[in-house]
């Protein structure tokens, strides 16, 4: 096939079994039948699992020309396989144990070929079912710690990080963070998506004058700050874990941005589950004590990510500019206050604005789903006011403490 088709499962198999017949792959032996099924159920993209007669198997992600979720009236480019592909080949080769391996890429279709992590299990739908993962928040930490520093002008030439920027360049796929996160929540645009109850919580919102001046700040740090090669989209389901393993997957909307960005994200994501589990959990204290491990994982996260950066800035920064007394604390103060504050900006959007979250929305009772979008709104409002003034990241747990009940 020269051109691009949008496959069904049976064009899945002949674009493997070609591969397998022209050599041009090894994770199938020749002369195996193959079965696919089609069982994407993410915002953007077809996912298949293609399996052999011995039940070896891999996963076939092909980007569509728009936005599934949306349909085709939302054009979409597919340069994001292209992107999602070398960041999944630049973080892993930083952190190949926490990075889902990338088997085989094709331009022309758009699509990745990637190990099967079938044996775990999405971190979103694990934590719905009050799942605990002991390693995750050490894990999380050192993938985000050590591709954000091996991507960033404390360790890459400057040359090179510039051409870096350039080959991550990722427009379309930003935009849409842009209006999701940063616009969309704060006007009264059709994307949006929340009950006609909250819309006196939501008017409010829109009617803090010094919200939407810190959400405006935010904006423009993501925007206009190429410190690292994000991620772009850590959410709940873009991990796969169980008890020992942890693995990152789907970075299409990876770019140059502000290093807060992929860790504010991933704690806004525990934040959501932590209010959900009201509607989740109903005995008192099984709750609290589900709740008090997305805390520590939370706290354990950031503890660590900070520690790991200071160590690698220590140890392994090569721009001598950056040596100068003091200034790597200033550095790492900034990106406490952005993290916090990208944290607030993905509880409010994803209450209120175009992609929800089920940690919120499998909540049956309507009155006790409302209750927890009234928190999750208030809490990413707090955190967003209050990030300037966390000078460290004790002060950031006491707020958040303060906020939570
Ligand atoms: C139209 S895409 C909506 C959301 O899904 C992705 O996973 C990103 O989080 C994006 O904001
Ligand atoms: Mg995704």
């Known amino acids: 096939m020269t051109h691009y088709v949008a496959f069904n499962a ?32 993410g915002n953007l993209n077809l996912v298949f699992r293609i399996s052999d007669e011995h039940n070896n198997s891999v996963i076939l992600k092909q980007a ?5 979720c949306v349909g ?35 331009a022309t279709q758009a699509l990745t070929i990637m190990e099967d992590l079938g044996q775990l299990q999405i971190l979103r739908g694990a934590q719905n079912n009050a799942q605990q993962f002991p390693q995750l928040a050490q894990h999380v930490a050192t993938y985000l710690s050590h591709t954000g520093f091996y991507n960033s002008d404390f360790y890459l030439p400057a040359q090179h990080k510039k051409a870096l920027v350039s080959q991550f360049t990722n427009p379309e796929l930003c935009q849409i963070t842009e209006d999701l ?6 006007i009264d645009h059709p994307r949006n998506n929340y009950p006609q109850q909250l819309a006196p919580h939501v008017q409010a919102l829109r009617n803090n004058s010094a919200l939407k001046l810190a959400v405006a700040k935010l904006k423009a740090r993501f925007l206009s700050s190429p410190q690292s090669l994000l ?3 850590m959410h709940s389901g873009s991990i796969f874990v169980d008890q020992q393993n942890t693995k990152m997957i789907d970075p299409e909307f990876g770019f140059f941005g502000p290093i807060g960005f992929d860790i504010g994200s991933f704690i806004g994501n525990l934040l959501l589950n ?14 609290r004590n589900y709740q008090t491990h997305l805390l520590s994982t ?15 800035i220590e ?52 009155d006790t789903r409302l209750s927890v979008q009234q928190q999750t709104l208030a809490l990413g409002e707090q955190l967003i006011l209050n990030a300037p003034s966390c000078n460290t990241k004790d002060a950031f747990f006491s707020l958040l403490i303060s906020q939570l009940n």
């Open 315 to 366: 140890q392994h920064t090569t721009e001598q500019s950056f040596k100068v007394a003091g200034y790597s604390e200033q550095f790492m103060q900034q990106v406490l206050q952005d993290s916090i504050g990208f944290c607030g900006t993905e509880l409010i959007r994803r209450t209120i604005g175009l992609a929800h979250v089920a940690d919120i929305d499998s909540i049956r009772d309507d």
């Open 298 to 312: 939370l706290v354990e996260c950031y503890s660590v990510f900070e520690q790991q950066w200071v160590s690698l």
């Open 72 to 106: 085709e009236s939302w054009p979409l480019t597919l340069d994001r396989a292209r992107i999602e592909a070398q960041v999944l080949l630049n973080h892993g080769a930083i952190c190949p144990q926490f990075t889902v391996r990338v088997l085989h890429y094709c």
């Open 64 to 68: 569509l020309p728009y936005a599934r």
């Open 231 to 233: 991620h772009g989209d």
């Open 274 to 287: 932590y209010c959900a589990q009201r509607g989740h959990i109903a005995d008192f204290v099984a709750r």
């Open 10 to 41: 049976q064009r899945a198999i002949d674009y493997v079994s070609t591969l397998i017949d022209t050599q041009q792959c090894d994770f199938f032996a020749p002369g195996q039948t193959l079965s696919a099924y089609e069982f994407g159920d």
């Open 181 to 186: 996160f940063f616009s969309d929540p704060y």
